[in-house]
């Protein structure tokens, strides 16, 4: 069975500080992406990464940096961390190599989340 | 843009119907649709992928099916049980964006 596992399932953290979300995969998968889901919002993609050191945008990534160093780890990385950034944190990895201006064409994987709030 | 759309929002059945989930789409390039389930405050547990080119996909009591000209996939299930209480979300995968488009979700309760 896939496996994507996140380092915390909950996470208290201060204004202004810097928070590190990890995210691992055990199968070998090529990309990874970090979603967030608020009530009322969906889920918004905030960054996604093909290939180690390799990473693109997704729709909200202000705020937000991410690192894949090893293939099989992508961790996100907010900076400052402001209240507005409580939400629930979601990794998810898929197969398949990414040629730009294809989509992802395999099953996506997610983790168990990782509820993050901002005091 | 790509648009997807879970109606209902919210439904309750009494365990053992048989029910049908909605999965709503405005564009039909795509590469597959996905069913996933969530529990309150878990992340999300695939439940079936369907390819563009395939009309549908069966595991267990779930059966989901898809319609790409008319941009539509339904989740059913069979059978009902209170363990099937969750969020049940689809979302689609297509060309020229890399990431998977969700849809808003129907959150069911199963009454025993």
């Known amino acids: 069975d896939v496996k994507v596992t996140q380092s915390s399932r909950y996470l208290v953290k201060r204004t202004g500080e810097k928070v590190f979300l990890e995210c691992v995969q055990d199968?070998?998968?090529?990309?990874m992406f970090w979603y967030r889901q608020d009530p009322g919002l969906g889920l918004r993609l905030i960054y996604f990464s093909y290939d180690v050191k390799m990473k693109e945008k997704g729709d909200i990534p202000e705020g937000y940096s991410v690192s894949r160093e090893k293939k099989e780890r992508f961790s996100l990385i907010l900076e400052s961390a402001s209240t507005n950034q409580t939400s629930m944190y979601l990794c998810a990895s898929s197969f398949g190599p990414y040629n730009r201006g294809r989509g992802p064409y395999t099953e996506a994987f997610f983790g168990q989340g990782t509820r993050l709030t901002v005091v | 843009k790509q648009e997807v759309t879970q109606i209902p929002a919210a439904l309750s059945v009494p365990e053992g119907e048989n029910l049908v989930l909605n999965c709503s789409f405005t564009?039909?390039?795509?590469?597959?649709l996905q069913w996933f389930r969530q529990d309150p405050g878990k992340g999300l547990t695939s439940l079936l992928l369907?390819?563009?080119?395939?009309r549908e996909q069966t595991s267990g009591r779930l059966n989901a099916s898809l319609d790409k000209s008319s941009g539509r996939s339904t989740l059913y299930i069979a059978a009902s049980q209170p363990g099937d209480s969750a969020t049940y979300l689809c979302a689609v995968s297509q060309p020229g964006t890399y990431k998977y488009i969700f849809g808003t979700g129907t959150r069911l309760k199963v009454l025993a």
């Open positions: 564009d039909s390039a795509i590469y597959n």
């Open positions: 199968m070998d998968h090529e990309n």
């Open positions: 369907i390819q563009s080119s395939q």
